[in-house]
């Protein structure tokens, strides 16, 4: 078990690499902001004027990416956050008067006010079992309430004409335009560097696939919680400078049709490319006021056809065409080559101490009983497992063999009974929390995030156990040796690189395999591991597993029709049949067993 | 007592006739269509061309049958069709042909606000209470629209197939039932129904361009609540529409505008299914 | 019994990138009936899934008697003739008998037609037409199963493992059935099953399934049949 191969995958180039990134951003942002700089001197007061506002309107449609194109999580409701801040400034200028202090004491209370709206509808939105849809009729309630509010505030919030003639920070069109656009460019390097990070693309992974990242071990209401509150207080922000700049705050800014209006310009610009809805609002926003005044319906009308084309043709957005068509005006002259930086070092994870007792069992489930209404799917499931040992469940198609292991991973999907890992009872806890206590389980199809390489894969599994950079990519993905074992045994070690959705059907689910043991789980649930895999995948993972029980000391429990494979690795065999365990022995006594030939064969000779 | 009764029962009704075609592209399709708006719009519209042509009202009605059907059907085809595999892109997709819509009525009429003929005006006395008489019509055809539905889905053999498609269509398909044609049926009716919709609450309601918006969220909230079930919508319509009706009257008619939709994101948390009993 | 009212040709199908079925071939003659054995996670009802046009077909090509159903969509093919008896979620639970009934009937079929079908098989569905489906026993819901599926009077019958928790009364109720109605039509059937009993009652001819592959196949009449399942598809 020498690492040494493992180890020199791109070690070569990682000194180099971690800082050239950074470099290019810097550059990047450098450019762009003398470019700020020197704007205004080249252009009339009216286009300076539009951009200001074009610019807050970008950093929402910013917010509204970051939430939409990476976390998935499509909201009509961000304008009402730009009112929070924006309604905020309005009142305590309205009322208090101009001052440093104040405009400091708006912000934060807008900021305050949104992230406390924010906190309510997490609160509804990601809670345990809400759907992505019932997300988005939350974030589309918001705004409706908030303008109500707003509404039936009278002649305090100004009810439907809003409030205006309110002193505010007094600086030039010029200074404003400075102003936003080097928060506008910070805000975009951030996020640029938030989401390219390994933490970052964790909400990828939540996007493509929530239930995978809970079993995995991660809490992902609590990751789209703070993300969803962070981009509130972005809105509030944005809500501030708005108000602060057009000394105009009116009920429209919280609408549901605004919300909309951000979306819009996201689908338009590319959803997820972060540049795409920047621009994109730019262009639009001030293309929208110039055309506006000569063919006001016309312009919006082709706005609603484009936008429609994009969703149903080109739902990435445009901004992905432009950059492919570049790419592909390059290929010409220059090789396209593989993105640099995104190899990745495989090392060895630390041993962690266990603090398990490897004397008693590592899986007891006593009087498990599961039912869908009046249908009994599990009734009085009673057995034990020890660590180092592997056992098969088999039965017919309908025995509860699938169920069962969802009953083990996640505490509160049994009706009945009790289930202990490692000595602890795992009560009515979810996925993630049963990860806590050793559960791994991998799913019968296999279950990886198909966009992400095989790399962030694994860091994502280990996620839970080594905390993932913020800012930036680490390079880094520390496996225990289990995990190690299966990437190199497989050959996945050479495809690091490869998005997961162009793996072989064998490699994914030997992916997901590693996934699992990078967890450092006590007991592993495999359902079906070997569906679909053809004759020499099977005996490897099924030399892979022998080894691991004996080697790790784990305790695996596999589902599997592949009655042969579970001849050959199992240590002992639990039937099911109808709900029920019908038998629970070695593989000889299964194989002999008239029972069971009755069971697979049908009843009746 | 009796105006705030009379209130409930009607309002009800009128989220009934509003929101029905809206459930019924969603039980079929499991696509929420945001286009309802702009084609209760488009009803809306249907009734001011009668009343600007002269015509008797009631025939604004049956014209927007047509132009809202016509107008769905057109949607299913080029637009929607894609995106049964995507239901959130549906949604806005759908939110766009809206925007469509509103800019070519603008385009064609103006943005300002028109008014059609009402077919009825007038008041009756309910015991001793005057009360609006196009509003009891309304309820009227409410009940007729909710049982004409459900005769349709119950006894016909669309019906049937329509049925079908909504339990279980990959079922439906095996047996031989062409569901994109079910589909394609079913979206030019809703979208009629809407129109209707639009047509019958002019007399309630300005014309404008946007007229759509506010119902739309009604209409769109009782759905989610309602399930696929014309029964679960009556009751949804009752309780939610009761709801906004108390609210207005002792709150004020602004935190009334919320409740419909405040009150179903509390239900639909509490119980994700909302009042369908599966 | 020449013609071959359903040719399976090389067929390799699958979810997604897993491909289930490989290169497999398959002939079933007008009048024929053929059972497909196998265990659990051997693609039966994939095959059958394949077929109906469910799933994407790879490669290969699929026919019935002349005429290639590749691509056609699940209702094309059904309105070709193909009846399709799924294992799971076969009924809608909510109509009652005779809506299950109805809506499968097209063409020239006749609802007079298929009340006659159903007086002949299972007499006493006729007292039962106004029944909500979910309400029939399990038993009861299988027969109601095979009655729609002989009422369109098909040319090719696909049976998904109908006999799962069935009596025996009723499993050799059902073979005697669909015997009789092959003889009366001319029907081409073709059934997946574990039950080993019941496919030696009623089909002429087996195919063994191997992970996707044809790995054997028999005459069911053959002395060695109950032996050979046997030891395919248990421990």
Redesign the interface.
């Known amino acids: 078990m020498s690492d040494a191969n493992v180890k020199e995958l791109g070690s070569s180039s990682i000194q180099r690499l971690q800082v050239r990134p950074l470099t290019k951003v810097v550059f990047a942002a450098s450019i762009v902001l003398i470019g700020v700089g020197a704007a205004p001197f080249f252009m009339d007061a009216y286009s300076v004027n539009v951009l200001v506002r074009s610019m807050i309107y970008a950093a929402m449609a910013l917010s509204v990416d970051i939430l939409w194109g990476y976390l998935g999580v499509l909201t009509f409701g961000q304008s009402a956050f730009f009112a929070a801040g924006a309604y905020a400034t309005a009142l305590v200028f309205t009322y208090g008067g101009f001052s440093p202090e104040y405009a400091f004491a708006a912000v934060l209370i807008g900021m305050a006010v949104a992230v406390a709206l924010a906190g309510l509808v997490a609160f509804l939105a990601f809670w345990h079992g809400a759907s992505a849809l019932y997300a988005s009729v939350i974030t589309l309630v918001l705004p409706i309430v908030v303008t109500q509010l707003l509404f039936s505030g009278g002649t305090y919030t100004g009810s439907s004409s809003g409030l205006t003639g309110f002193d505010t920070i007094p600086l030039s069109t010029e200074a404003w335009f400075w102003a936003v656009g080097v928060w506008l460019v910070v805000l975009t390097t951030g996020a640029w560097m938030y989401t390219r990070s390994d933490a970052g693309r964790l909400l990828i992974a939540i996007r493509e696939n929530e239930q995978r990242c809970k079993y995995l071990g991660l809490n992902t209401s609590k990751i789209k919680a703070l993300v969803f509150l962070i981009c509130a207080a972005i809105g509030a922000i944005a809500g501030w400078i708005y108000a602060n700049y057009t000394m105009v705050v009116a009920p429209e800014i919280a609408g549901f049709t605004f919300g909309t209006e951000l979306l819009i310009w996201v689908a338009l610009g590319g959803r997820g490319t972060l540049f795409g809805p920047v621009i994109g609002t730019i262009i639009i926003d001030y293309a929208s006021a110039h055309l506006q005044g000569d063919f006001p319906f016309v312009w919006k009308l082709v706005i609603g056809i484009v936008f429609v084309s994009v969703i149903v043709a080109l739902p990435r957005g445009i901004l992905p065409l432009v950059s492919n068509a570049a790419n592909w005006l390059r290929g010409r002259t220059r090789k396209a080559q593989p993105e640099q930086y995104s190899q990745l070092q495989l090392c060895k994870a630390p041993r962690i101490e266990r603090n398990i007792v490897v004397a008693g069992p590592a899986l007891v489930v006593s009087g498990v009983e599961k039912r869908f209404g009046s249908l009994e799917v599990l009734s009085g499931i009673d057995f034990e497992a020890t660590y180092g040992e592997i056992v098969s469940l088999v039965g017919p198609n309908g025995a509860g063999k699938t169920t069962l292991m969802t009953c083990i991973a996640d505490g509160s999907k049994r009706s009945g009974g009790t289930i202990s890992i490692g000595g602890q009872d795992i009560a009515h806890r979810p996925p993630e929390e049963c990860v806590r206590l050793g559960v791994g389980r991998k799913f019968q199809m296999a279950n990886v995030f198909d966009t992400l390489t095989v790399g962030e894969c694994l860091q994502i599994a280990r996620a839970r156990l080594d905390p993932l950079s913020k800012w930036k990519k680490s390079g880094v993905c520390q496996l225990p040796p289990s995990a190690l074992h299966v990437v190199r045994a497989t050959g996945l070690h050479s495809d690091l690189d490869v998005p997961a959705q162009l793996l072989s059907h064998g490699k994914k689910q030997a992916l997901e395999l590693a996934m699992v043991l990078a967890l450092e789980p006590k007991v592993i649930l495999l359902d079906e591991p070997t569906a679909g895999l053809t004759k020499t995948e099977r005996t490897l993972i099924g030399t892979i597993l022998t080894e691991l029980a004996t080697t790790e000391q784990l305790c695996i429990l596999l589902v599997e029709h592949d009655l042969d494979f579970v001849r050959d690795i199992s240590s002992r065999v639990i039937v099911l049949h109808q709900g029920r365990i019908v038998l629970n022995g070695s593989v000889d006594e299964v194989v002999n067993s008239e029972l069971v030939k009755t069971v697979y064969a049908g009843s009746g000779h | 007592m009796v105006p705030v009764l009379l209130d409930i029962i009607t309002t009800a009704a009128i989220l009934y006739i509003v929101s029905s075609g809206l459930l019924l592209v969603f039980g079929v399709m499991k696509l929420i269509n945001f286009a309802h708006g702009g084609l209760l719009t488009i009803g809306g519209y249907a009734a001011v061309i009668a009343t600007a042509l002269g015509l008797n009202p009631w025939i604004g009605i049956p014209l927007a049958a047509v132009f809202g059907g016509i107008v769905g059907f057109g949607m299913e085809r080029v637009v929607v069709r894609s995106l049964y595999n995507r239901p959130l892109d549906a949604i806005l997709a759908t939110w766009g042909l809206s925007i469509i819509i509103g800019q070519a009525i603008t385009l064609v009429f103006d943005r300002g606000v028109h008014f059609a003929e009402p077919p009825i005006r007038g008041v009756i006395s309910i015991l001793g209470e005057p009360y609006s008489t196009y509003r009891l019509v309304l309820t009227a055809l409410a009940l007729l629209l909710g049982l004409g539905l459900t005769a349709a889905l119950r006894g016909t053999s669309l019906g049937l197939s329509t049925r079908a498609v909504i339990m279980n269509e990959d079922l439906a398909r095996g047996l031989g039932i062409n569901s994109g044609l079910v589909r394609s049926i079913t979206f030019t009716l809703g979208s009629g129904l809407a129109a209707v919709a639009g047509a019958l609450i002019t007399p309630l309601s300005s014309v404008d361009p946007n007229m759509g918006v506010a119902w739309l969220i009604s209409a769109f909230m009782l759905v989610l609540v309602s399930g696929s079930s014309l029964y679960s919508l009556a009751f949804a319509s009752v309780v939610l529409g009761g709801a906004q009706v108390i609210v207005s009257n002792y709150f004020g008619s602004v935190l009334g505008g919320m409740t419909i939709a405040a009150l179903a994101a509390v239900i639909l948390r509490i119980r994700p299914q909302g009042f369908s009993y599966e | 019994m020449t013609e071959a009212v359903l040719t399976v040709n090389g067929l390799s199908s699958?979810?997604?990138?897993?491909?289930?079925i490989r290169n497999l071939d398959l002939q079933i003659a007008s009048g024929e009936i053929v059972a497909v054995v196998g265990?659990?996670?051997?693609g039966k009802s994939t095959l059958l899934k394949s077929i109906?046009g469910?799933l994407p077909k790879f490669s290969g090509s699929v026919a019935m008697a002349q005429h290639p159903i590749g691509d056609s969509?699940?209702?094309e093919i059904?309105?070709l003739g193909v009846a399709?008896v799924?294992?799971e979620?076969?009924?809608?639970?909510?109509?009652t008998v005779e809506?299950n009934i109805?809506?499968?009937l097209?063409g020239s079929v006749s609802w007079n037609d298929a009340k006659e079908t159903m007086g002949r098989c299972f007499p006493f569905l006729l007292r039962r037409l106004q029944q909500k489906a979910g309400t029939l026993s399990g038993g009861e819901q299988k027969m109601l199963l095979m009655a729609?599926s002989l009422a369109?009077e098909a040319k090719v019958l696909l049976i998904d493992?109908i006999?799962?928790g069935l009596?025996?009364s009723i499993?050799s109720n059902l073979v005697k059935i669909i015997k009789t109605e092959r003889d009366r039509s001319g029907l081409g059937v073709l059934l997946v099953?574990?039950?080993?009993?019941?496919t030696r009652a009623v089909s002429d001819r087996y195919v063994l399934l191997d992970?996707g592959e044809i790995s054997g196949s028999g005459n069911t009449r053959d002395p060695d049949t109950h032996e050979k399942i046997?030891a395919h598809?248990?421990?």
């Open positions: 699958g979810y997604g990138q897993a491909t289930v265990k659990n996670g051997m109906m469910y969509r699940p209702h059904a309105r399709y799924p294992q979620k076969a009924l809608f639970q909510d109509l809506e109805r809506l499968s097209r729609r369109v493992e006999t799962e009596q025996p499993i099953e574990q039950n080993i009993p019941f992970k046997a598809i248990s421990l």
